[in-house]
């Protein structure tokens, strides 16, 4: 029904980006903290992946909705998107490789699950989302489809690798869960900053 | 005339409680960016003030109001802490010593420069402020007291040094700037975020 | 006239070996200090051919001479490799982006002069180089070659774009200076590790 | 019998006081990996006990040993130096608090050890150690002395706290068993190179 209006997504939009770029550099310290070539070559390549949904979904997104790239990079970042992006950083400066790799995962899963919920809700009967028409469709269509969900997969498989062959004491597993809890918070906020235009 | 609410004053507190520890560790971060012993020691020094701050002033407030140290420890951090604590810490992870001294100034002198407003307006005709009975007047002469306002002397002295030692180029000093706005800026949202209690 | 021990060289190429995951673990905390996406990219791009170059370039080493990768992942790291490479992550650690690339710089110029000096040398009348049948040919060929030297170039470029943008003050030239100085003169003791097996 | 020549000595004291650089840098980097207060305060109480180091102990030396601040200062680092103190920062840079804390401990219980072996040997009969006249004896009674005994014992203690609390996995104990070997041989290297003079 198009309720979301579009000053909100345009807002998101151009947040999105700034909170990407802290994204990107995190994964470049996890690649600083990387112990073999394997794990330095897996972050490089997350970064890539970064680096495309930047230059490609973004550039589709603006220009469907009338965002110049002087705008883009312009526009003032939120508390909201400094306090995710930079806490990001500080998990990578304090904690060990594993403990960011957390840390990003929230991000990462949290929109692959927002993604195949949205179409999820679509394919329920009496709906409140339409797909067809919808000016959201290819962010809907970006994050439920399978390059995305591809990216999702991998990544739990990463996390699933290291619980397995480094085991998390108790105290490390609540601190993962904090990072964890911190970041859907922030991420939480984020969301919650695009519908007040904060 | 006492018209700030004391649970914005205890909000603040505790939330001043979260940062400081980030304050201490970015201090802690251009201890390990330091050149020379002398910029290690001085760093060192203003991590035991911070501390000393954190141990006495803090306590003595806690006591005063009734916050036990659990409700300190355990009371969740806002995304206006979050946002300008680990801002801190990015920008002493992506600059160098001095880009990170002037993030930390911005503090330091922010609350030299309310103190002294507090009591010049005290000071003044027809004043909006009490400072007889005033419920928050250690706060006042903490900050706006001798030690303090040395330290923002101090504070000040180093940068002046650095300017004079190390002149920056013209984008330096837009980068200086642009990281002194973002400072003063996160600090306003961290005062709001004790008057609205978020 | 191949007069470099076999076992120089293999050790060379296994020293190198470490020394690259320090080289592209430093790009990538030059990708975290990063403030522009332009810089992000550009710093993905360098961590790709590291990456490239070690797993083409050393691979056929390792075959040549026969060298499994077992031998390269357990090789134990020389005191010359570490001391170049952690220095790396130091001047990272405490410099800005622009010191980074300079200490990133002296080994990429490094190694392109050398490959271009054998070359000249082997060119020269009466030469004690014989790139005919020489079993060191790959490797003067690769730091030689076009795809290697337009890196350097690329590097150069990129050190002048930011003396202009951002001119250096004496202080700042004087610190690049010694972080290139103190660059060279680990370097030396890496190819003297090599010749001394140590 | 006093057989360690006096340029060992120097040279050693020399390039202690480069490494006792790097060794206040890495607490610094461990006060801002640190998520508590109490470790904050324990980070910044070393970093006091290592200024009180230099600035008394090596003071004392370079009286005694007639090498001025100035000598100090612009001696060049040796290799062996950058190597074991660039490490620590590494470690700090891509490993968690306690990992840090186990490379720190290698050097605190190292000269802890070296101070009580010279005390024992010398106790023994038929000793090669006379403590009498020995130019070297501050040395020796400094770090067999109460207070850097204490200072070693505490950091027993610390460790110990950290893998009650957080038992290691295996991988990670690994980890820190090669943390702990990669120090004490880097140790090593900066004793070879007093005695070799590189």
């Given at each position: 029904m198009g309720v979301l209006p579009r000053e909100c997504f345009v807002h998101f939009i151009k947040q999105d980006y700034h909170y990407l770029k802290y994204y990107a550099r995190a994964y470049g310290l996890l690649l600083a903290k990387s112990r073999s070539y394997a794990m330095i070559t897996s972050a490089a390549s997350t970064i890539q992946n970064v680096l495309r949904e930047v230059s490609t979904m973004h550039k589709v997104f603006c220009k469907e909705w009338s965002i110049t790239s002087e705008e883009l990079e312009s526009s003032p970042e939120s508390p909201a998107t400094t306090a995710y992006g930079a806490y990001l950083l500080d998990v990578g400066l304090h904690g060990d490789d594993s403990k960011l790799l957390v840390a990003l995962a929230a991000c990462l899963l949290g929109y692959g699950e927002v993604g195949l919920w949205i179409k999820a809700e679509a394919a329920a009967?009496?709906?409140?989302?339409?797909?067809?028409?919808?000016?959201?469709l290819r962010w809907i269509e970006d994050y439920s489809g399978r390059d995305y969900q591809n990216a999702v997969k991998q990544g739990i498989e990463i996390l699933e690798e290291i619980v397995i062959k480094d085991p998390p004491s108790t105290l490390r597993l609540a601190q993962f869960k904090e990072v964890w809890n911190k970041c859907t918070s922030l991420e939480k906020g984020f969301w919650d900053m695009a519908l007040t235009l904060t």
């Open positions: 009967e009496d709906t409140w989302v339409t797909l067809e028409g919808n000016p959201y």
